[in-house]
């Protein structure tokens, strides 16, 4: 049976946050609240969780995931990314932006998307999934929770455990969240490439 806790959404309660760190580390699939809508998270080395995650949202190995990172430092760590690059997203983290960019050695294959060797990696604006990448202590790889046949995202709690019970182990419930997809910026070329214009302003990339 699904977990469900009610979550404070600006000020988490730590001892929440250290259940919930320890449902990943055990390998258990859990809702979170973000800046742009809940998503669907798990451990970054669990095999079996991810083949879960992509059960439940219904899409193959050529979907792109995200993986959420608490700031710039870790981002390096997982991402290649040169001086320009660098200055972009120190300019926009942490904010509503899902940057594409070519992952490290450190990352399974099984999280890149398979030709192009990329990844999704973000630096979320919420209090409660910053709080619980700083408890954890490591990223957290995750996805939309965009639920199949779906047009938008649900936004209440409850909705989602009514939908999702059994199915993942813990929600993390603030109450409502917002629905509005992240700006998506391929950074793998010479210059930023807009994929999808959502929440994140376009003006420090200078599209028009």
């Keep these: 049976m699904t977990r469900v806790v009610n979550i404070h959404p600006d ?3 730590p001892r929440l946050l250290a259940q919930a760190a320890e449902f990943i580390r055990n390998g258990d699939v859990l809702v979170l609240p973000t800046d ?4 669907l998270g798990c ?3 669990d095999k079996d969780a991810l083949a879960r995650i992509r059960l439940i949202r219904q899409i193959d190995e050529r979907h ?4 959420m990172v608490r700031d710039l430092s870790e981002i390096a760590h997982f991402a290649r990314v040169d001086n320009a690059q660098y200055r972009l997203l120190k300019a926009t983290t942490p904010g509503s932006y899902t940057f594409i960019l070519e992952g490290t050695k450190e990352l399974p294959r099984r999280v890149l998307h398979p030709k192009r060797k990329t990844i999704g990696l973000r630096v979320p604006d919420h209090p409660v999934a910053l709080a619980l990448l700083a408890e954890l202590g490591e990223p957290l790889l995750t996805t939309t929770l965009q639920l199949p046949g779906d047009e938008v995202p649900p936004t209440e709690g409850w909705e989602i455990a009514e939908r999702l019970d059994e199915q993942v182990e813990l929600i993390l419930d603030c109450g409502h969240c917002a629905n509005e997809s992240t700006t998506v910026i391929d950074l793998t070329g010479r210059t930023p ?9 376009l003006a420090p990339f200078g599209f028009d």
């Design 11 to 13: 000020s988490p309660q």
């Design 193 to 201: 490439e807009l994929i999808r214009a959502g929440r994140g302003s």
């Design 43 to 45: 451990h970054l080395g």
């Design 64 to 67: 792109l995931l995200t993986l």
């Design 36 to 39: 742009s809508g809940y998503a």
